[in-house]
């Protein structure tokens, strides 16, 4: 299993909204950058995901679980997208100066890379995030 992190901005793709597609999910669309392209591309269904309010709030909101690997998007054939649905709420957002303040999350893309919307996230940094959360399990 592979961990990732899908960034959105609240207004336009809410984590509540994410949860309204209950089990049926939701194409992740619209993301116009290779590099994010190929990263879904990489997914595999099972793999989970934290779910990234961008903008205003910069915080780690939901858990995530691909249900379809890549295919072409709905709305424009031309690029692919994966599908996602909700699994849980965190029971702690955790925000982006929380981790830029662990030293141990200082590879992470969404530290490095931070305009880049759909990221991995390595097995060390998922538990770090998850202890953070106040996650179990």
Not at 102 to 114: C, E, F, N, S, T
Request: proline share 6%.
């Amino acid at each position: 299993m592979a961990y990732w992190l899908f960034k959105s901005e609240p207004d336009t793709w809410s984590f509540e909204m994410q949860k309204e597609k209950g089990k049926a999910g939701q194409e992740w669309d619209g993301v116009r950058n290779f590099a994010a392209r190929n990263h879904m591309r990489a997914m595999k269904k099972g793999d989970l995901g934290f779910f990234y309010h961008t903008g205003g709030e910069r915080r780690i909101v939901g858990i995530v679980e691909v249900i379809r690997e890549a295919h072409p998007e709905s709305k424009d054939p031309e690029w692919e997208c994966v599908d996602i649905a909700a699994r849980s709420t965190v029971p702690r957002p955790v925000t982006l100066e929380e981790v830029k303040a662990d030293k141990r999350l200082a590879d992470m893309p969404l530290v490095r890379l931070g305009r880049l919307s759909v990221q991995p996230v390595t097995p060390e940094q998922w538990k770090i995030i998850c202890q953070m959360a106040g996650v179990t399990s």
